[in-house]
């Protein structure tokens, strides 16, 4: 079963709108911690955000934000007024175990002018 | 305060050789991810080590890949008689302590081409 679910292979927005990031999770284990990292055409891996799941508030960094629904195990990257350097690969990650990211297999952004 | 470094960027080796990619982690770092990468898929973890010491290989394939982190210099993945299946980007990750918040941190990746 797939431990990191992303279910948008691709995605356009326009220019300065906000766009939504699907990512949801399975794990038994309590204590776990959720990331988001963007992948530019360069290829090198940007990290974005963090939320750990005994985290109350949701996490925030800058035009980034995490909307943390535990219940549901999910935790959808939020981008908000989009610049055309969005446009990216972006995995949902998961901290578990021995501390090893398992990774989704990527939403790729594309932002219109 | 460089980041996490890996070099060679790029590799090309011809089948039956091997490769060596290298990672420094970041200053202050001592826990070492290596994650591979294969073209239009996610990162798949391969082993976690600490200094001298390997906590995590269940990624590691079972045969010829082996990694090390000695008590000085960088990190080692090494892949013996490579195969065209090994061609991918390597990327190394570092962290400065063990714990759920502890963010990894990603260098710049070692493309392996393997002809």
């Known amino acids: 079963a797939q431990k990191i679910t992303q279910t948008q292979p691709g995605m356009f927005v326009q220019e300065k709108e906000a766009v939504t990031l699907d990512c949801t999770y399975d794990?038994?284990?309590?204590?776990?911690?959720l990331f988001w990292y963007k992948q530019p055409s360069s290829g090198e891996m940007i990290f974005l955000i963090y939320?750990?799941?005994?985290?109350?508030q949701n996490a925030t960094e800058g035009r980034y934000s995490l909307n943390f629904q535990k219940a549901r195990k999910s935790a959808n990257l939020v981008i908000s007024a989009s610049q055309l350097g969005d446009s990216a690969m972006y995995f949902c990650?998961?901290?578990?175990?021995?501390?090893?990211?398992?990774f989704g297999t990527g939403t790729l952004l594309a932002v219109q002018p | 305060n460089a980041g996490v470094m890996q070099n060679p960027r790029h590799l090309v080796r011809r089948r039956g050789q091997e490769a060596r990619l290298r990672c420094s982690p970041m200053k202050g770092h001592s826990h070492v991810y290596w994650y591979r990468q294969l073209p239009e898929e996610g990162l798949k973890f391969m082993v976690y080590?600490?200094?001298?010491?390997?906590?995590?290989e269940s990624g590691m394939p079972k045969e010829r890949f082996s990694a090390e982190f000695p008590k000085e210099g960088p990190s080692i993945l090494r892949i013996q008689q490579v195969v065209r299946g090994d061609s991918a980007a390597y990327f190394c990750?570092?962290?400065?302590?063990?714990?759920?918040?502890?963010?990894?941190?990603f260098g710049p990746g070692t493309r392996l081409l393997v002809l």
């Open positions: 990750a570092s962290s400065p302590l063990t714990g759920q918040q502890e963010t990894q941190y």
């Open positions: 939320q750990g799941s005994y985290d109350q």
């Open positions: 794990t038994s284990d309590p204590s776990y911690g």
């Open positions: 990650a998961m901290r578990e175990g021995t501390n090893k990211l398992i």
């Open positions: 080590l600490q200094k001298e010491n390997i906590i995590d």
